[in-house]
């Protein structure tokens, strides 16, 4: 991973994310703002909740769902997101329940919402290639729309929050459609909105004013999309480039590797799971070949590149990368001119490592077991490390002898099995009281836990630092 080149994408993304988010703001409020004036300071609050939601989904979604190589992400996150929002919407919507009429399309719109939902998360459990179901976006959004033109049927008041609302469906839509279905789900956007003055039975301008503000958010998100597709394809030719030079395999191979690697560890560990601790480096050597695949789409992910660029920026000096997997933390240390050692077991995650910082020319430093490397370091660091180990704290008691005085311990603790990864050891450990108990000082900043990246912030990312 080129860091250097995910800082200078990320720095364009936001550039554009803005330009998107402050048009958006402009045609909600001046487009729309007719129609909701109609509604009252109910119509008010609904359209600007909405239109909040509408931002946060233009700047966070496109990254999330598309800088991944989880496939299915992009189709189960939306039925999540509404699996929470239907509820809440339509309890939000019963002030202005007066008529049975309304309580009749709120009845009819529920149904719809709920039956789409469980509907669609039927049709991806039954369908575990994410292949195979390309058209659930489009789906989703025929149900959004469904709701629309129902709930607008009650007159231009209720209308006013739903033509905002229809903004987050779009943006929804195309953050989770592909090809040839995004451009299908446009055309059926914009049929139902030609649609509304006959249901709704409001002018071609009320429309109009309200339509502005869907154009306006499709194409801000077309624009981030794009943006955040075309690097993560440049991210995973280059990954997968490097995978195929290393492990002499296809680039087909190797591109399903990353997609299944993950899985295939989780399963290997649940039918034979070692028990002696011994045993469980042994069974980390033996399944290194899928670890070299797993660790590679995890670098892949946003959430993971914008937290390795905080601990880039947060490590310096002499650096001591403990269970340092692929390498990619150690490696762009070393280009950035840090004296690093590199440390975890032997395997082929640990020789892929190898094998690309001679191949860039980068004097890393190469250990298999803590007692070969020499203290004193200025920050170490243990990244999804100790969950791995069955006895943790000997090792935190090794690392913490090697910090510097002054020097800085980021470590992670996230104790306990989960469904993808079965082989976490469930410890009763509070990581933070032991370092505090040894004397090191907590060094998390509010910064830290609220303006960074989203994985800095997790209570489990701990940063400590040694008494001088």
């Known amino acids: 991973m080129n860091y250097a080149d995910q800082t200078g994408f990320l720095s364009k993304f936001s550039l554009n994310q803005v330009i998107a988010q402050v048009t958006y703001q402009a045609a909600a409020f001046w487009t729309v703002g007719n129609a909701l004036g109609r509604s009252g300071w109910y119509g008010l609050t609904m359209g600007l909740l909405i239109a909040i939601g509408v931002v946060c989904a233009m700047a966070y979604l496109p990254l999330y769902l598309r800088l991944t190589v989880e496939r299915r992400k992009k189709y189960s996150w939306p039925i999540k997101f509404r699996t929470v929002a239907s509820p809440v919407l339509a309890f939000a919507a019963i002030p202005l329940l007066t008529t049975p009429a309304r309580w009749l399309a709120w009845g009819g719109c529920l149904v719809i919402a709920v039956v789409g939902v469980l509907a669609a998360r039927r049709a991806l459990k039954r369908m575990p290639d994410a292949d195979a179901i390309p058209l659930l976006p489009l789906e989703l959004l ?247 180990l069955a006895e943790p704290l000997p090792v935190v008691d090794g690392l913490i002898e090697k910090v510097a005085p002054g020097g800085r311990m980021i470590v992670t603790a996230y104790f306990g099995a989960t469904k993808s990864h079965p082989m976490h050891f469930d410890h009763d450990i509070d990581l933070g009281a032991y370092l505090r108990a040894a004397g090191l000082i907590d060094r998390k900043t509010f910064a830290m836990k609220h303006l960074r990246s989203e994985f800095l912030g997790k209570r489990g990312v701990l940063v400590f630092e040694k008494p001088k």
């Open 142 to 388: 025929v149900g959004d729309l469904a709701i629309v033109l129902i709930a607008s049927s009650q007159g231009s008041g209720a209308f006013a929050g739903c033509a905002v609302g229809l903004s987050l469906a779009i943006v929804l839509f195309l953050v989770s459609a592909e090809g040839r279905t995004r451009w299908i789900g446009l055309v059926v956007a914009a049929l139902a909105f030609a649609c509304l003055p006959g249901i709704g039975a409001m002018s071609l301008l009320i429309v109009a004013e309200a339509a502005g503000a869907g154009v306006v958010a499709a194409a801000g998100t077309i624009r981030l999309v794009f943006l955040a597709e075309t690097q993560h394809q440049s991210n995973v030719s280059a990954t997968v480039d490097e995978l195929t030079s290393f492990a002499a395999v296809t680039p087909e191979y190797a591109e399903e590797m990353l997609e299944t690697a993950t899985g295939i560890l989780a399963r290997n560990w649940t039918i034979d799971p070692p028990v002696e601790p011994e045993a469980v480096g042994h069974w980390y050597e033996a399944n290194s070949e899928y670890y070299l695949y797993d660790l590679a789409q995890f670098h892949l992910a946003y959430k993971h590149i914008r937290f390795m660029l905080d601990i880039i920026e947060l490590s310096g000096g002499r650096v001591l990368d403990y269970g340092a997997g692929i390498g990619d933390l150690s490696l762009e240390l070393s280009r950035r001119g840090h004296d690093v050692t590199y440390l975890d077991v032997d395997g082929r995650t640990k020789a892929f490592a190898r094998w690309r910082a001679e191949r860039d020319w980068l004097p890393v430093t190469f250990a298999s077991e803590l007692d070969e490397v020499e203290g004193p370091f200025d920050t170490i660091v243990s990244l999804d490390v100790f969950e791995h």
